[in-house]
């Protein structure tokens, strides 16, 4: 079965200073890894996808298969970037649900 | 359009009520899905159609009952609801395709139960 874990609920940093969201996976094919981001009163959104390997917003994140994390960094944190993020993992197989992890809520201070 | 929509925003309902929450999409995905999200949660799923069929049922309980009525359209039948039914419904829409599983997400409908 597939597994996501993000350690940290909350993660609060002061504006400016680098941020690392943290995600470990468990499973036993090739996966899928996204990074989903709800800003309050919005919908959710995707922020990454491992396989695009874009930087969206700042935020970049690298697939370790050895380490099987998926963490999400930015260098400067920025207020608007205050919000719940979700790392999610899916299989290759084209119509499979995500599973999540429970989501660390990111606060930055000005 | 690049969008999934969910109506209605909001929905109140008693117990004995039947009500349905609607889901659209018209970029051509082929696979649609129901998450339901409670406060401070990560979704969870529910169901997952794939080219109109169900494929996947999270042994959810019969009260909820999916439908999809073509390639476009998602709809959740609600009947007999429990007070701890009350969240967040969210639909989700995807290519369907392998090695492309980005889900897009409507705004939800948020469900309280009487």
């Known amino acids: 079965a597939q597994r996501v874990t993000q350690p940290e609920k909350l993660l609060s940093v002061f504006k400016g200073a680098p941020v690392e969201l943290k995600c470990n996976y468990s499973?036993?094919?090739?996966?899928?890894l996204f990074w989903y981001v709800q800003y309050s009163r919005q919908r959710l959104q995707l922020l990454l996808r491992?396989?695009s390997r874009e930087s969206i917003k700042g935020f970049t994140a690298d697939l370790n298969k050895g380490e099987t994390s998926f963490h999400l960094k930015k260098p400067f944190a920025q207020e608007e970037d205050s919000a719940m993020y979700y790392c999610?993992?899916?299989?290759?197989?084209?119509?499979?649900?995500?599973?999540f992890g429970k989501g660390t809520r990111l606060s930055v201070i000005a | 359009d690049t969008e999934v929509t969910q109506t209605p925003k909001h929905l109140v309902m008693g117990m004995t009520n039947k009500k349905s929450l609607k889901c659209e999409q018209h970029?051509?995905?082929?696979?649609m899905y129901w998450y339901k999200q409670k406060a401070k949660k990560p979704p969870e799923l529910m169901f997952v159609?794939?080219?109109?069929?169900?494929?996947i049922n999270e042994s959810v309980p019969s009260r909820f009952s999916p439908e999809c009525p073509n390639s476009s359209l998602l709809n959740l039948h609600l009947h007999a609801l429990q007070p701890e039914d009350s969240a967040l419904y969210l639909c989700?829409?995807?290519?369907?395709?392998?090695?492309?599983?980005?889900?897009?997400f409507g705004p939800g409908t948020r469900l309280t139960v009487l």
């Open positions: 491992h396989i």
């Open positions: 999610a993992l899916s299989t290759s197989s084209g119509n499979t649900p995500l599973v």
């Open positions: 159609y794939s080219y109109e069929k169900l494929s």
């Open positions: 989700a829409s995807s290519q369907g395709q392998v090695l492309d599983n980005e889900q897009f």
């Open positions: 970029m051509g995905h082929r696979a």
């Open positions: 499973y036993s094919g090739s996966p899928e």
